[in-house]
Protein backbone atom coordinates (compact mmCIF):
# COMPACT_ATOMS: atom_id res chain seq x y z
CA UNK A 1 0.00 0.00 0.00
CA UNK A 2 1.45 3.33 -1.31
CA UNK A 3 0.96 6.23 0.75
CA UNK A 4 1.74 9.73 -1.18
CA UNK A 5 3.49 13.35 -0.29
CA UNK A 6 4.61 16.08 -1.66
CA UNK A 7 6.78 18.98 -1.02
CA UNK A 8 3.74 19.89 1.03
CA UNK A 9 4.24 16.61 2.52
CA UNK A 10 0.80 16.30 2.61
CA UNK A 11 -0.55 12.71 3.05
CA UNK A 12 -3.24 11.87 0.24
CA UNK A 13 -4.55 8.40 0.71
CA UNK A 14 -4.35 8.77 4.99
CA UNK A 15 -3.11 11.56 7.16
CA UNK A 16 -3.86 14.69 8.91
CA UNK A 17 -1.79 17.82 8.51
CA UNK A 18 0.93 20.34 9.50
CA UNK A 19 2.22 22.74 7.23
CA UNK A 20 3.94 26.65 7.71
CA UNK A 21 2.50 29.82 6.76
CA UNK A 22 4.25 32.86 6.96
CA UNK A 23 6.81 35.21 9.87
CA UNK A 24 10.13 37.76 12.04
CA UNK A 25 12.42 36.31 14.40
CA UNK A 26 15.34 37.77 15.94
CA UNK A 27 17.73 34.54 15.65
CA UNK A 28 18.52 35.92 12.33
CA UNK A 29 19.24 39.33 10.80
CA UNK A 30 16.71 40.73 8.85
CA UNK A 31 18.28 41.27 5.53
CA UNK A 32 19.19 37.33 6.01
CA UNK A 33 15.99 35.22 6.40
CA UNK A 34 16.90 32.86 4.25
CA UNK A 35 20.33 31.77 6.31
CA UNK A 36 19.83 28.44 8.09
CA UNK A 37 20.14 28.49 12.21
CA UNK A 38 21.31 24.95 12.44
CA UNK A 39 22.26 23.43 9.23
CA UNK A 40 25.75 23.54 8.10
CA UNK A 41 26.94 26.36 5.89
CA UNK A 42 30.35 27.71 5.28
CA UNK A 43 30.30 31.85 6.30
CA UNK A 44 29.96 33.07 3.07
CA UNK A 45 30.39 31.84 -0.86
CA UNK A 46 29.55 28.78 -2.78
CA UNK A 47 29.63 25.40 -1.25
CA UNK A 48 30.38 22.68 -3.76
CA UNK A 49 29.56 22.19 -7.78
CA UNK A 50 27.59 20.38 -9.72
CA UNK A 51 30.72 17.79 -10.82
CA UNK A 52 31.57 16.76 -7.44
CA UNK A 53 30.59 15.59 -3.83
CA UNK A 54 29.83 18.35 -1.53
CA UNK A 55 30.65 16.54 1.17
CA UNK A 56 34.09 15.13 -0.15
CA UNK A 57 35.91 13.00 3.01
CA UNK A 58 33.61 12.92 5.96
CA UNK A 59 35.79 10.94 8.63
CA UNK A 60 36.04 10.49 12.69
CA UNK A 61 39.44 10.88 13.40
CA UNK A 62 41.08 11.26 17.08
CA UNK A 63 38.32 11.99 18.68
CA UNK A 64 37.11 14.71 15.90
CA UNK A 65 34.79 14.83 12.94
CA UNK A 66 36.15 16.75 9.87
CA UNK A 67 34.40 17.90 7.27
CA UNK A 68 35.74 18.33 3.84
CA UNK A 69 33.67 20.18 1.03
CA UNK A 70 33.95 22.09 -2.27
CA UNK A 71 33.61 25.55 -1.54
CA UNK A 72 34.55 28.79 -4.01
CA UNK A 73 36.85 31.21 -1.32
CA UNK A 74 36.01 34.32 -3.91
CA UNK A 75 32.66 34.25 -4.62
CA UNK A 76 28.81 32.59 -4.58
CA UNK A 77 29.22 30.87 -7.55
CA UNK A 78 31.07 27.89 -9.09
CA UNK A 79 34.73 28.40 -9.73
CA UNK A 80 38.15 28.15 -7.95
CA UNK A 81 37.31 25.16 -6.55
CA UNK A 82 38.91 23.84 -3.45
CA UNK A 83 38.56 21.74 -0.69
CA UNK A 84 37.19 23.87 2.42
CA UNK A 85 37.47 21.99 6.07
CA UNK A 86 35.25 22.25 8.59
CA UNK A 87 35.34 20.34 12.13
CA UNK A 88 32.90 19.21 14.95
CA UNK A 89 32.69 17.17 18.47
CA UNK A 90 28.83 16.64 18.03
CA UNK A 91 28.30 17.06 14.15
CA UNK A 92 25.98 20.17 15.20
CA UNK A 93 28.40 22.73 16.05
CA UNK A 94 31.17 23.74 13.93
CA UNK A 95 34.83 25.42 13.52
CA UNK A 96 36.25 26.69 10.41
CA UNK A 97 39.59 25.91 9.70
CA UNK A 98 42.06 27.02 6.47
CA UNK A 99 41.27 25.01 3.02
CA UNK A 100 42.59 21.84 2.81
CA UNK A 101 43.24 21.82 -0.68
CA UNK A 102 43.73 23.87 -3.10
CA UNK A 103 44.50 24.19 -6.86
CA UNK A 104 48.25 24.62 -6.99
CA UNK A 105 49.55 21.50 -9.63
CA UNK A 106 48.80 21.28 -13.78
CA UNK A 107 46.98 18.45 -12.39
CA UNK A 108 44.02 20.18 -10.79
CA UNK A 109 44.69 23.71 -11.42
CA UNK A 110 41.08 24.17 -12.80
CA UNK A 111 39.50 22.92 -9.38
CA UNK A 112 40.34 20.21 -7.01
CA UNK A 113 36.86 18.64 -6.84
CA UNK A 114 35.50 16.02 -5.32
CA UNK A 115 36.98 12.11 -3.55
CA UNK A 116 36.92 10.67 -0.38
CA UNK A 117 38.84 9.54 2.67
CA UNK A 118 40.07 6.39 3.57
CA UNK A 119 42.32 4.99 7.01
CA UNK A 120 45.15 3.26 5.78
CA UNK A 121 47.05 0.80 7.86
CA UNK A 122 47.74 1.94 11.11
CA UNK A 123 44.50 3.77 11.18
CA UNK A 124 46.30 7.28 9.01
CA UNK A 125 44.06 8.95 6.51
CA UNK A 126 44.30 9.50 3.04
CA UNK A 127 42.32 11.10 0.43
CA UNK A 128 41.96 10.47 -3.34
CA UNK A 129 40.29 13.29 -5.06
CA UNK A 130 39.55 14.33 -8.76
CA UNK A 131 41.78 17.22 -10.29
CA UNK A 132 40.76 19.47 -13.14
CA UNK A 133 44.12 20.25 -15.71
CA UNK A 134 43.78 23.58 -18.32
CA UNK A 135 41.54 21.64 -20.45
CA UNK A 136 39.47 19.92 -17.79
CA UNK A 137 40.70 16.73 -18.16
CA UNK A 138 40.13 15.05 -14.96
CA UNK A 139 42.52 12.61 -12.78
CA UNK A 140 42.67 11.22 -9.38
CA UNK A 141 45.30 12.13 -6.81
CA UNK A 142 46.59 11.54 -3.85
CA UNK A 143 47.43 13.81 -0.49
CA UNK A 144 48.18 13.09 2.72
CA UNK A 145 48.31 14.67 6.54
CA UNK A 146 51.77 16.57 6.91
CA UNK A 147 51.21 16.00 10.59
CA UNK A 148 48.72 12.57 11.67
CA UNK A 149 49.43 13.58 15.40
CA UNK A 150 47.43 16.69 14.94
CA UNK A 151 44.08 15.84 15.53
CA UNK A 152 42.30 19.11 13.44
CA UNK A 153 44.88 17.39 10.74
CA UNK A 154 44.84 21.24 9.85
CA UNK A 155 47.67 20.34 6.84
CA UNK A 156 47.34 18.42 3.91
CA UNK A 157 50.54 17.46 1.54
CA UNK A 158 49.88 16.14 -2.39
CA UNK A 159 51.70 12.97 -3.40
CA UNK A 160 54.59 13.74 -5.93
CA UNK A 161 53.29 10.79 -7.83
CA UNK A 162 49.88 12.37 -8.47
CA UNK A 163 48.34 11.96 -10.31
CA UNK A 164 47.49 8.22 -9.92
CA UNK A 165 44.74 7.54 -12.38
CA UNK A 166 44.79 8.62 -15.86
CA UNK A 167 41.71 8.84 -18.14
CA UNK A 168 43.15 6.12 -20.49
CA UNK A 169 41.84 2.72 -22.59
CA UNK A 170 38.78 4.58 -24.09
CA UNK A 171 37.64 6.95 -20.57
CA UNK A 172 36.48 9.93 -21.46
CA UNK A 173 38.82 12.16 -19.65
CA UNK A 174 35.54 14.49 -18.82
CA UNK A 175 33.63 11.52 -17.29
CA UNK A 176 36.40 10.03 -14.57
CA UNK A 177 35.77 11.66 -11.12
CA UNK A 178 34.75 11.44 -7.92
CA UNK A 179 36.55 8.12 -6.32
CA UNK A 180 35.15 6.65 -3.39
CA UNK A 181 35.74 5.81 0.05
CA UNK A 182 38.55 2.52 -0.93
CA UNK A 183 38.41 -1.47 0.68
CA UNK A 184 40.49 -4.20 1.19
CA UNK A 185 39.08 -7.43 0.05
CA UNK A 186 40.32 -10.71 1.34
CA UNK A 187 43.55 -10.87 -0.68
CA UNK A 188 44.63 -7.16 1.55
CA UNK A 189 44.62 -5.46 -1.70
CA UNK A 190 42.60 -1.97 -2.04
CA UNK A 191 39.63 -1.38 -4.13
CA UNK A 192 38.01 1.92 -5.24
CA UNK A 193 35.82 2.67 -7.59
CA UNK A 194 35.17 5.93 -9.95
CA UNK A 195 31.93 7.17 -11.37
CA UNK A 196 32.40 7.46 -14.83
CA UNK A 197 30.42 6.85 -18.62
CA UNK A 198 31.28 4.87 -21.39
CA UNK A 199 29.12 4.59 -24.98
CA UNK A 200 26.23 6.09 -22.81
CA UNK A 201 26.44 3.22 -20.20
CA UNK A 202 26.76 4.89 -16.55
CA UNK A 203 29.05 2.90 -14.76
CA UNK A 204 31.57 2.12 -11.46
CA UNK A 205 35.43 1.75 -12.92
CA UNK A 206 36.88 -0.60 -10.63
CA UNK A 207 40.54 0.07 -9.85
CA UNK A 208 42.72 -2.02 -7.19
CA UNK A 209 46.14 -1.63 -5.39
CA UNK A 210 48.62 -3.02 -3.24
CA UNK A 211 49.93 0.10 -1.57
CA UNK A 212 47.36 2.74 -2.62
CA UNK A 213 49.75 4.54 -4.99
CA UNK A 214 50.24 2.44 -8.12
CA UNK A 215 46.68 1.35 -9.07
CA UNK A 216 45.48 -1.12 -11.81
CA UNK A 217 42.29 -1.08 -13.70
CA UNK A 218 39.88 -4.36 -13.46
CA UNK A 219 38.53 -5.86 -16.83
CA UNK A 220 34.90 -4.93 -15.58
CA UNK A 221 33.23 -2.64 -14.05
CA UNK A 222 31.86 -3.20 -10.64
CA UNK A 223 28.12 -2.52 -12.31
CA UNK A 224 27.04 -0.77 -14.76
CA UNK A 225 23.65 0.40 -16.40
CA UNK A 226 22.11 0.69 -19.88
CA UNK A 227 19.66 2.93 -18.23
CA UNK A 228 21.29 5.99 -16.80
CA UNK A 229 23.84 8.75 -17.59
CA UNK A 230 27.29 9.49 -16.46
CA UNK A 231 27.34 8.55 -12.86
CA UNK A 232 28.46 10.97 -10.63
CA UNK A 233 29.47 10.28 -6.87
CA UNK A 234 29.40 6.73 -6.52
CA UNK A 235 28.91 5.25 -3.03
CA UNK A 236 29.46 1.44 -2.17
CA UNK A 237 29.33 0.82 1.23
CA UNK A 238 27.95 -2.58 3.75
CA UNK A 239 24.47 -2.28 5.45
CA UNK A 240 24.01 -5.11 8.17
CA UNK A 241 20.85 -7.35 7.70
CA UNK A 242 20.61 -8.30 11.61
CA UNK A 243 21.72 -5.17 13.40
CA UNK A 244 21.40 -1.47 13.68
CA UNK A 245 25.28 -0.94 13.40
CA UNK A 246 26.33 0.59 10.97
CA UNK A 247 29.28 -1.32 9.00
CA UNK A 248 32.77 -0.23 7.92
CA UNK A 249 33.67 -0.53 4.87
CA UNK A 250 36.24 -3.19 4.75
CA UNK A 251 34.57 -5.53 7.21
CA UNK A 252 34.16 -9.12 6.06
CA UNK A 253 31.01 -10.12 7.64
CA UNK A 254 28.40 -12.76 6.43
CA UNK A 255 25.30 -11.23 7.03
CA UNK A 256 25.29 -7.98 5.10
CA UNK A 257 23.90 -6.11 1.93
CA UNK A 258 25.91 -3.87 -0.12
CA UNK A 259 24.62 -0.32 -1.22
CA UNK A 260 25.98 1.21 -4.50
CA UNK A 261 24.21 4.66 -5.10
CA UNK A 262 24.91 7.04 -7.87
CA UNK A 263 24.19 10.42 -8.93
CA UNK A 264 22.30 11.04 -11.84
CA UNK A 265 19.08 12.82 -13.12
CA UNK A 266 19.62 15.23 -10.31
CA UNK A 267 18.69 12.85 -7.64
CA UNK A 268 20.88 10.22 -5.69
CA UNK A 269 19.51 6.74 -6.40
CA UNK A 270 20.86 3.60 -4.81
CA UNK A 271 20.57 -0.33 -5.57
CA UNK A 272 20.90 -3.29 -2.83
CA UNK A 273 22.81 -6.44 -3.80
CA UNK A 274 25.28 -8.94 -2.89
CA UNK A 275 29.00 -7.95 -2.75
CA UNK A 276 31.42 -11.52 -3.36
CA UNK A 277 34.82 -9.81 -2.40
CA UNK A 278 37.04 -12.20 -3.41
CA UNK A 279 36.18 -11.61 -7.35
CA UNK A 280 34.34 -8.54 -6.79
CA UNK A 281 31.23 -9.37 -7.90
CA UNK A 282 28.34 -7.72 -7.24
CA UNK A 283 24.80 -9.04 -8.12
CA UNK A 284 21.73 -6.62 -7.60
CA UNK A 285 18.26 -7.08 -6.25
CA UNK A 286 16.64 -4.80 -9.10
CA UNK A 287 18.93 -2.78 -10.76
CA UNK A 288 18.42 1.04 -11.66
CA UNK A 289 15.12 2.31 -12.77
CA UNK A 290 14.05 -1.19 -13.19
CA UNK A 291 9.99 -2.46 -12.91
CA UNK A 292 9.24 1.04 -11.51
CA UNK A 293 11.23 0.45 -8.58
CA UNK A 294 12.97 4.08 -7.59
CA UNK A 295 14.87 3.91 -4.38
CA UNK A 296 16.38 7.49 -3.53
CA UNK A 297 17.53 8.85 -0.50
CA UNK A 298 15.59 11.53 -0.74
CA UNK A 299 12.68 12.69 -3.15
CA UNK A 300 13.53 16.51 -3.19
CA UNK A 301 16.33 18.64 -3.52
CA UNK A 302 18.84 16.25 -2.09
CA UNK A 303 22.08 15.78 -4.08
CA UNK A 304 25.90 14.37 -4.44
CA UNK A 305 25.66 12.86 -1.21
CA UNK A 306 28.39 10.62 0.48
CA UNK A 307 28.49 8.76 3.26
CA UNK A 308 31.17 7.59 6.02
CA UNK A 309 31.63 4.94 8.94
CA UNK A 310 31.28 6.37 12.62
CA UNK A 311 33.29 4.33 14.32
CA UNK A 312 33.17 5.92 17.67
CA UNK A 313 29.73 4.91 17.29
CA UNK A 314 29.12 2.39 15.22
CA UNK A 315 27.15 4.03 12.52
CA UNK A 316 26.89 4.86 9.08
CA UNK A 317 26.19 8.50 8.22
CA UNK A 318 24.94 10.35 5.22
CA UNK A 319 25.46 13.94 4.42
CA UNK A 320 23.71 15.60 0.94
CA UNK A 321 24.05 18.79 -0.59
CA UNK A 322 20.94 21.10 -0.76
CA UNK A 323 21.09 23.54 -3.71
CA UNK A 324 19.51 26.78 -3.60
CA UNK A 325 16.32 27.59 -5.32
CA UNK A 326 16.56 30.59 -6.27
CA UNK A 327 18.95 32.92 -8.98
CA UNK A 328 22.24 33.13 -9.20
CA UNK A 329 21.80 36.93 -8.61
CA UNK A 330 20.24 36.34 -6.20
CA UNK A 331 22.87 33.93 -4.44
CA UNK A 332 25.23 36.98 -5.26
CA UNK A 333 23.12 39.15 -3.62
CA UNK A 334 23.54 37.12 -0.75
CA UNK A 335 26.87 36.12 -0.57
CA UNK A 336 26.56 32.77 -0.34
CA UNK A 337 25.01 29.73 -2.14
CA UNK A 338 24.51 26.24 -1.02
CA UNK A 339 24.08 24.28 2.40
CA UNK A 340 24.19 20.45 4.28
CA UNK A 341 21.06 18.77 4.73
CA UNK A 342 21.51 17.32 8.90
CA UNK A 343 23.25 14.29 8.49
CA UNK A 344 21.38 11.40 8.83
CA UNK A 345 22.11 7.78 9.80
CA UNK A 346 21.70 5.09 7.97
CA UNK A 347 19.92 1.58 8.24
CA UNK A 348 18.21 -1.60 6.28
CA UNK A 349 14.61 -1.73 6.68
CA UNK A 350 13.53 -4.71 8.57
CA UNK A 351 12.32 -5.91 5.12
CA UNK A 352 15.37 -5.88 3.77
CA UNK A 353 14.01 -3.90 0.59
CA UNK A 354 15.00 -0.33 1.39
CA UNK A 355 17.13 1.70 3.62
CA UNK A 356 15.73 4.26 6.76
CA UNK A 357 17.47 7.29 7.00
CA UNK A 358 16.58 9.58 9.94
CA UNK A 359 18.45 12.45 11.92
CA UNK A 360 20.87 12.09 14.30
CA UNK A 361 20.22 11.89 17.51
CA UNK A 362 22.41 15.09 18.42
CA UNK A 363 19.94 17.14 16.94
CA UNK A 364 17.83 16.99 19.74
CA UNK A 365 20.38 18.79 21.95
CA UNK A 366 19.15 22.05 19.81
CA UNK A 367 15.34 21.58 20.85
CA UNK A 368 13.95 23.98 23.44
CA UNK A 369 10.45 25.30 24.20
CA UNK A 370 8.18 22.14 23.38
CA UNK A 371 4.35 21.24 22.90
CA UNK A 372 2.56 18.37 22.54
CA UNK A 373 -0.92 16.91 23.04
CA UNK A 374 -2.61 13.42 22.26
CA UNK A 375 -5.49 11.28 20.42
CA UNK A 376 -7.19 14.25 18.79
CA UNK A 377 -9.41 14.18 16.45
CA UNK A 378 -8.75 16.23 13.11
CA UNK A 379 -12.37 16.69 11.14
CA UNK A 380 -12.57 16.77 7.74
CA UNK A 381 -12.36 20.21 6.57
CA UNK A 382 -11.03 21.65 9.48
CA UNK A 383 -7.54 23.58 10.03
CA UNK A 384 -6.08 24.55 13.48
CA UNK A 385 -2.92 26.98 14.51
CA UNK A 386 -0.24 24.89 17.18
CA UNK A 387 1.37 27.25 19.46
CA UNK A 388 4.05 28.12 21.80
CA UNK A 389 6.97 27.25 19.33
CA UNK A 390 9.00 29.32 16.47
CA UNK A 391 7.20 27.81 13.66
CA UNK A 392 10.27 29.00 11.14
CA UNK A 393 13.16 27.11 13.29
CA UNK A 394 11.47 23.81 14.95
CA UNK A 395 11.48 20.20 14.59
CA UNK A 396 8.22 18.40 14.63
CA UNK A 397 6.75 14.94 15.13
CA UNK A 398 3.50 13.90 14.38
CA UNK A 399 1.73 10.35 13.92
CA UNK A 400 -1.51 9.58 12.89
CA UNK A 401 -3.56 6.60 13.63
CA UNK A 402 -4.69 4.68 9.95
CA UNK A 403 -8.50 5.08 8.78
CA UNK A 404 -9.87 2.13 7.13
CA UNK A 405 -7.84 2.29 3.95
CA UNK A 406 -10.29 0.59 2.06
CA UNK A 407 -11.69 3.68 1.34
CA UNK A 408 -8.20 4.98 -0.06
CA UNK A 409 -8.14 5.66 -3.27
CA UNK A 410 -6.15 2.88 -4.93
CA UNK A 411 -2.96 3.13 -6.69
CA UNK A 412 -0.43 1.19 -8.66
CA UNK A 413 3.16 2.35 -7.48
CA UNK A 414 4.39 0.64 -10.53
CA UNK A 415 2.32 2.58 -13.33
CA UNK A 416 2.21 5.89 -11.41
CA UNK A 417 4.67 8.72 -10.87
CA UNK A 418 4.20 10.18 -7.22
CA UNK A 419 5.97 13.38 -8.23
CA UNK A 420 3.57 14.15 -11.05
CA UNK A 421 0.37 12.91 -8.80
CA UNK A 422 1.44 15.36 -6.29
CA UNK A 423 2.08 18.39 -8.90
CA UNK A 424 -1.39 17.40 -9.98
CA UNK A 425 -3.28 17.48 -6.70
CA UNK A 426 -1.99 19.75 -4.22
CA UNK A 427 -3.60 19.62 -0.82
CA UNK A 428 -6.34 22.00 -1.51
CA UNK A 429 -7.75 18.72 -3.70
CA UNK A 430 -10.20 16.94 -1.41
CA UNK A 431 -11.16 13.30 -1.28
CA UNK A 432 -12.24 11.22 1.54
CA UNK A 433 -9.01 10.43 3.08
CA UNK A 434 -7.11 13.37 2.96
CA UNK A 435 -5.03 15.52 2.16
CA UNK A 436 -3.72 15.65 5.45
CA UNK A 437 -0.57 16.19 7.10
CA UNK A 438 2.30 18.84 5.90
CA UNK A 439 4.22 21.57 5.56
CA UNK A 440 2.58 23.08 2.67
CA UNK A 441 5.02 25.35 0.48
CA UNK A 442 2.57 24.31 -2.51
CA UNK A 443 -0.90 25.89 -1.24
CA UNK A 444 -0.86 27.43 1.94
CA UNK A 445 2.50 28.35 1.98
CA UNK A 446 3.11 28.90 -2.18
CA UNK A 447 0.81 32.31 -1.96
CA UNK A 448 3.62 34.06 -0.22
CA UNK A 449 6.67 32.96 -1.94
CA UNK A 450 8.57 35.05 -3.72
CA UNK A 451 8.36 35.22 -7.75
CA UNK A 452 11.02 33.73 -9.93
CA UNK A 453 11.85 30.68 -7.94
CA UNK A 454 11.57 27.07 -8.43
CA UNK A 455 8.90 25.85 -7.19
CA UNK A 456 8.90 22.45 -8.20
CA UNK A 457 6.23 20.04 -5.91
CA UNK A 458 8.19 16.37 -4.95
CA UNK A 459 6.23 13.55 -4.01
CA UNK A 460 7.45 9.71 -2.95
CA UNK A 461 5.77 6.36 -2.04
CA UNK A 462 5.93 5.47 1.75
CA UNK A 463 5.54 1.52 1.90
CA UNK A 464 3.82 0.73 4.68
CA UNK A 465 3.55 -2.89 6.28
CA UNK A 466 0.34 -4.75 6.65
CA UNK A 467 0.41 -4.64 10.22
CA UNK A 468 1.10 -0.83 10.62
CA UNK A 469 -1.70 1.16 12.26
CA UNK A 470 0.13 4.35 12.51
CA UNK A 471 1.40 6.89 9.80
CA UNK A 472 4.24 9.19 11.14
CA UNK A 473 6.03 12.28 9.64
CA UNK A 474 8.54 14.37 11.64
CA UNK A 475 9.58 17.81 9.66
CA UNK A 476 13.12 19.79 10.62
CA UNK A 477 12.20 23.29 9.52
CA UNK A 478 15.06 25.60 9.12
CA UNK A 479 14.04 29.36 7.61
CA UNK A 480 14.47 28.49 3.87
CA UNK A 481 14.86 24.68 4.40
CA UNK A 482 12.46 21.82 5.49
CA UNK A 483 13.50 18.55 5.41
CA UNK A 484 10.69 15.64 6.70
CA UNK A 485 11.21 12.09 7.21
CA UNK A 486 8.03 9.64 6.71
CA UNK A 487 7.07 6.56 7.66
CA UNK A 488 9.57 6.44 10.38
CA UNK A 489 12.53 7.38 7.55
CA UNK A 490 11.30 4.68 4.77
CA UNK A 491 10.69 8.03 2.34
CA UNK A 492 12.97 11.61 2.55
CA UNK A 493 11.78 14.56 0.78
CA UNK A 494 14.04 17.34 1.41
CA UNK A 495 12.56 21.61 -0.46
CA UNK A 496 14.34 25.05 -0.28
CA UNK A 497 11.11 28.31 0.30
CA UNK A 498 11.61 31.62 0.28
CA UNK A 499 8.84 33.32 1.69
CA UNK A 500 8.27 37.18 1.38
CA UNK A 501 6.37 37.35 4.51
CA UNK A 502 6.96 33.79 6.22
CA UNK A 503 9.98 34.56 7.87
CA UNK A 504 10.62 34.10 11.58
CA UNK A 505 8.13 35.51 13.91
CA UNK A 506 5.19 35.41 10.84
CA UNK A 507 5.87 31.78 10.57
CA UNK A 508 2.82 29.84 12.00
CA UNK A 509 2.44 25.66 12.15
CA UNK A 510 -0.89 24.33 11.72
CA UNK A 511 -3.02 21.18 11.11
CA UNK A 512 -5.63 20.43 8.87
CA UNK A 513 -7.34 17.91 7.20
CA UNK A 514 -8.74 18.32 3.92
CA UNK A 515 -10.05 15.28 3.69
CA UNK A 516 -13.98 14.26 3.93
CA UNK A 517 -13.42 12.00 6.90
CA UNK A 518 -12.44 12.84 10.25
CA UNK A 519 -8.63 11.20 10.86
CA UNK A 520 -7.22 10.91 14.44
CA UNK A 521 -3.98 12.57 15.41
CA UNK A 522 -2.40 10.14 17.47
CA UNK A 523 0.55 12.19 19.30
CA UNK A 524 2.11 15.45 18.21
CA UNK A 525 5.64 16.67 19.64
CA UNK A 526 6.82 20.37 18.45
CA UNK A 527 10.01 21.70 19.58
CA UNK A 528 11.38 25.03 18.82
CA UNK A 529 15.32 24.74 17.51
CA UNK A 530 18.08 26.99 19.01
CA UNK A 531 21.00 28.23 16.70
CA UNK A 532 24.06 25.75 16.47
CA UNK A 533 27.06 27.62 17.21
CA UNK A 534 29.74 28.21 14.35
CA UNK A 535 33.40 29.34 14.51
CA UNK A 536 36.01 30.05 12.60
CA UNK A 537 39.91 29.62 13.91
CA UNK A 538 41.06 31.83 10.28
CA UNK A 539 39.67 34.95 12.87
CA UNK A 540 41.92 33.92 15.29
CA UNK A 541 39.09 34.12 17.85
CA UNK A 542 36.53 32.13 19.76
CA UNK A 543 33.43 33.64 18.70
CA UNK A 544 30.35 33.52 16.43
CA UNK A 545 30.26 34.32 12.92
CA UNK A 546 27.83 37.09 12.49
CA UNK A 547 26.46 36.91 8.84
CA UNK A 548 25.82 40.38 6.93
Not at 418 to 442: D, M
Not at 495 to 508: I, L
Not at 538 to 546: H, L
Request: charged share 25%; with cysteine.
Amino acid sequence: MGVIWAVGFCFLLVGGGVEVEASHDESLPREQPYRTAYHFQPPNNWMNGITAHPFLGPMFYKGVYHLFYQYNPYAAVWGNISWAHSISYDLVDWIHLEPAINPSEPFDINGCWSGSTTFLHGGNPAILYTGADLKYRQFQNLVVPKNVSDPLLKEWVKSPLNPLLTPIDGIDPNNFRDPTTAWRGPDEVWRVIIGSMINGQGMALLYRSKDFVRWTRSKNPLHSSTKTGMWECPDFYPVSINSKNGVDSSARRKFTKHVLKASFNSSDHYILGDYTPKRDRYLVDTDFMDNGLDLRYDYGKFYASKTFYDGAKKRRILWGWVTESDSESDDIRKGWSGLQAIPRSIQLSSTGRQLVLWPIEELEKLRTQHVSFNDKELKGGSVFEVSGISAAQADVEVSFDLPNLDEAESIDPNSVDPQQLCSQKEASVRSTLGPFAGYESNSFYRSSLREGLDKTTYGAFVYLDHRDDKISLRSLIDHSIIESFGGDGRACITARVYPKVANDREAHLYMFNNGTRSVRISSLNAWSMKRAQIYSLRRRRKSPITYK
